[in-house]
């Protein structure tokens, strides 16, 4: 069965950092592109920072600079390290396998796979 299991989610103070880890089985991690989307309330969902194959990155401009994205291939582990968290980046955050459309985006919205989310929330 193919899952996704997202953790590390929590509140912080602005300025804090929070690990995401998304644990995939084999077959939902050997994908060509995964990444983070968030979800704020009211908002639509966007992405946050994609990974592709072989380890090509790219990250919202509203993140680039505060957030890394990461793989572990032997654990089938995806990470989004998020540090200098501001109020705004208070969203449900959602870990995503086999995001389609083409080359590995931000821009990318639709995705094979998807985990349950785990709620980030920032307080000033």
């Known amino acids: 069965q193919v899952q996704l299991v997202e953790s590390g989610g929590g509140s912080v103070q602005a300025g804090g950092s929070l690990t995401l880890s998304c644990a995939a089985s084999e077959y939902s991690y050997n994908m060509y592109c995964m990444g983070w989307f968030r979800q704020a309330p009211g908002k639509e969902r966007e992405g946050v920072a994609t990974?592709?194959?072989?380890?090509?990155?790219e990250y919202a401009g509203t993140v680039k600079g505060r957030f890394t994205i990461s793989k572990d291939n032997a654990k089938q582990t995806l990470y989004l390290q998020m540090n200098s968290l501001k109020p705004e980046d208070t969203a449900m955050y959602y870990c995503?396998?086999?995001?389609?459309?083409?080359?590995?985006?931000?821009?990318?919205?639709?995705?094979?796979?998807w985990g349950q989310g785990t709620q980030v929330t920032v307080s000033s």
């Open positions: 990974i592709d194959w072989h380890g090509a990155t």
């Open positions: 995503a396998t086999g995001i389609r459309g083409g080359i590995c985006s931000v821009v990318r919205s639709e995705a094979n796979y």
